[in-house]
């Protein structure tokens, strides 16, 4: 996994709570700010329909605003896709990678993800 997501100013530590992993159901997705020391790190999760969860920075590589900036629905209906509600760039749910659009070519940079015991989602650790 790329560190890319580590030069934003506000990335958040490893361990950093997220979200409880029931509340992201498999086939949906989540656009939501992390509070942390150092700010709000945008942050945009999906659960594969194969019940994995992801997480990206929220931010589209053509323009980088935020994939949900017109709308919440950012997940295709086949749950295969995110799709930036500004310009309709395509990325890959599973790895991030830019499949069409203003997106071609470039991908969403993707945040480590961990299950805590007490069943949150947490910002994990990049494995080097």
């Given at each position: 996994m790329?560190h ?12 950093t ?16 700010s ?19 969860p992801?997480?990206y920075?929220?931010?589209c590589p ?24 500004s310009?309709?760039?395509r990325f890959?749910a ?26 949150w ?8």
């Amino acid at each position: 996994m790329s560190h890319a997501w580590q030069s934003y100013r506000s990335a958040p530590p490893p361990g950093t709570p997220v979200i409880e992993a029931a509340a992201l159901r498999p086939g949906s997705s989540r656009c939501l700010s992390v509070e942390s020391h150092k700010g709000r790190f945008p942050l945009l999760l999906v659960r594969l329909a194969n019940g994995r969860p992801r997480a990206y920075v929220n931010a589209c590589p053509h323009q980088y605003l935020p994939l949900d900036q017109q709308g919440p629905r950012v997940l295709s209906e086949d749950g295969r896709q995110l799709i930036c509600s500004s310009h309709q760039a395509r990325f890959c749910a599973e790895s991030g990678a830019g499949l069409g659009g203003p997106g071609a070519g470039d991908g969403l940079d993707a945040v480590p993800l961990e299950v805590a015991e007490n069943g949150w989602l947490v910002i994990g650790a990049d494995a080097s």
